[in-house]
């Protein structure tokens, strides 16, 4: 199994307040990802990194921030946390881009409450 | 606009029976990879099954194969003798050659029934 860990796994927290959710990998890929996945709307793309302090914008980034400071770890920042964040929220690492075999290996998900 | 149509929200199939999930995508990139998870109850995302743009022939793995039809923009997931196991939710996604994200479609939720 890919080394990615996600942490924390659950939380619940205030309208508000800001959260952090952490992407730790230990297989020195280049791609990391945040996904949010809710029921009738599949997996979507929030950002994504391609390298150290190289990000990008998804479909759905308004009110997410992210920062990657170290190859090994891509932090995912709701500034000030909404209902409508309440998601299952997926970290996801790729080795390089392009048509090559290079699928994504996801963690195992952090469940987000919003209350 | 959305790149990956799965336009099957679900689905029931006899155990044994064979099933065909269907995904179509959209893209002007002629290099571009298509792939398959698969999502049980438990949560964990596996992957399935690649097929890259330039293949000349569809991918299989094990029980799991890819119709991938170019010209209708088409990577239908064919799974053989279904099994209970395979009750799951499905995910069809892409990943564009000259651009850094794997883009899915909001998948098929599959129901073997015994």
């Known amino acids: 199994d890919a080394g990615i860990t996600q942490s924390p796994r659950h939380k619940v927290t205030e309208t508000g307040t800001p959260v952090t959710l952490r992407c730790h990998q230990t297989?020195?890929?280049?791609?990391m990802y945040w996904y949010r996945q809710d029921p009738g709307h599949g997996l979507r793309l929030i950002h994504y990194?391609?390298?150290?302090?190289?990000?990008d914008k998804g479909e759905v980034s308004d009110g997410y921030s992210v920062s990657r400071s170290k190859t090994e770890d891509f932090l995912l920042t709701l500034e000030s946390a909404t209902s409508s964040q309440t998601s299952v929220y997926f970290c996801?690492?790729?080795?390089?881009?392009?048509?090559?075999?290079?699928?994504?290996?996801f963690g195992q998900g952090t469940r987000l409450t919003v209350v | 606009a959305q790149k990956i149509t799965q336009t099957q929200p679900g689905m029931f199939v006899q155990e044994k029976e064979a099933v065909t999930l269907d995904c179509t995508y959209d893209?002007?990139?002629?290099?571009?990879?298509l792939f398959w998870y698969k999502q049980p109850s438990s949560g964990e995302m596996i992957f399935l099954i690649y097929?890259?743009?330039?293949?000349?022939q569809n991918a299989t793995e094990g029980r799991y194969s890819l119709n991938f039809q170019k010209a209708r923009k088409s990577a239908n997931l064919v799974i053989s003798a279904s099994q209970l196991g395979d009750s799951a939710m499905y995910f069809c996604?892409?990943?564009?050659?000259?651009?850094?994200?794997?883009?899915f479609g909001k998948g098929t939720r599959l129901h073997i029934l015994p």
């Open positions: 996801a690492i790729s080795e390089s881009r392009g048509e090559t075999n290079t699928e994504a290996f």
């Open positions: 297989e020195n890929h280049r791609y």
């Open positions: 990194s391609y390298g150290v302090k190289d990000t």
């Open positions: 893209t002007s990139d002629p290099s571009y990879g």
């Open positions: 097929q890259g743009s330039y293949d000349q």
């Open positions: 996604a892409m990943r564009e050659g000259n651009v850094d994200k794997i883009i």
